[in-house]
């Protein structure tokens, strides 16, 4: 079955670090990796996806995700954190099913938090 | 331009009630989407339609839960007979079509006493 796995449930940064968030799937075909973020009271928004090409996708607000096919990962990395960027971020996988629609599976989420 | 919106924005009802929330998804777009996120979760799938048809409706967790969209704009989500488990954030999304990235409204947080 189609799986998305964030192994971390929070993730402390220091303001300036690097950072990154880490997400791993199992899909069968070419998998669509997708990143969101959501902001206290807010709902997600769009960072950034995966589906062919440069394996280095760069998104919104400096972020960036590296696909890795042979480690089945998709990492969120950022080069200087900011204090700003403390939310919630949610990996995602694009999953086609038998009767042809899609559906997205999401994982359960990474804590953020940039510490000034 | 205008984002998905979803209304109420907090709704708190008594056990038993019934239940009903709004997505106004991005105009022009086909497919449209309802997540379901407890507190401190991820996102459970509820129901996904193309249009006015709902080709998957697989993540609805019980009967008591329906949704409908009509003219290929409004989505209505309702809940009959709430329980406190379905206490949670409730988002909604849309599409251009079925195979493009997801925009997601701010959600409507239900509150089942």
């Known amino acids: 079955a189609q799986s998305v796995a964030q192994p971390e449930d929070q993730v402390n940064v220091a303001e300036g670090n690097p950072l990154t968030v880490k997400c791993t799937y199992s899909?069968?075909?070419?998998?669509?990796l997708f990143w969101y973020v959501q902001y206290p009271n807010r709902g997600l928004q769009f960072l950034l996806k995966?589906?062919?090409?440069?394996?280095l996708v760069k998104g919104s607000y400096g972020f960036e995700a590296e696909f890795n096919k042979s480690q089945t990962s998709f990492h969120l990395k950022k080069p200087s954190a900011l204090v700003s960027d403390s939310a919630l971020y949610f990996c995602?996988?694009?999953?086609?099913?038998?009767?042809?629609?899609?559906?997205?599976?999401f994982g359960t989420g990474t804590r953020l938090k940039v510490l000034a | 331009g205008a984002g998905v919106s979803q209304s109420p924005s907090n709704k708190v009802t008594e056990k038993g009630k019934d239940v009903e929330l709004r997505c106004d998804p991005i105009?022009?777009?086909?497919?449209l989407y309802w997540y379901r996120q407890r507190l401190g979760q991820g996102l459970e799938f509820l129901i996904y339609?193309?249009?006015?048809?709902?080709?998957?409706k697989s993540g609805l967790p019980s009967d008591r839960f329906s949704a409908e969209r009509t003219g290929e704009s409004v989505s209505t989500l309702t809940i009959q007979r709430t329980q406190q488990e379905d206490s949670a954030v409730y988002l909604c999304?849309?599409?251009?079509?079925?195979?493009?990235?997801?925009?997601f409204g701010p959600g409507t947080r239900l509150t089942v006493l």
């Open positions: 105009s022009g777009h086909t497919a």
């Open positions: 339609f193309q249009g006015n048809s709902a080709p998957d």
């Open positions: 995602a996988v694009r999953d086609r099913t038998t009767s042809g629609t899609y559906k997205y599976i």
């Open positions: 995966y589906i062919t090409g440069d394996n």
């Open positions: 999304a849309s599409s251009l079509s079925r195979a493009d990235t997801q925009y």
């Open positions: 899909v069968s075909g070419n998998p669509y």
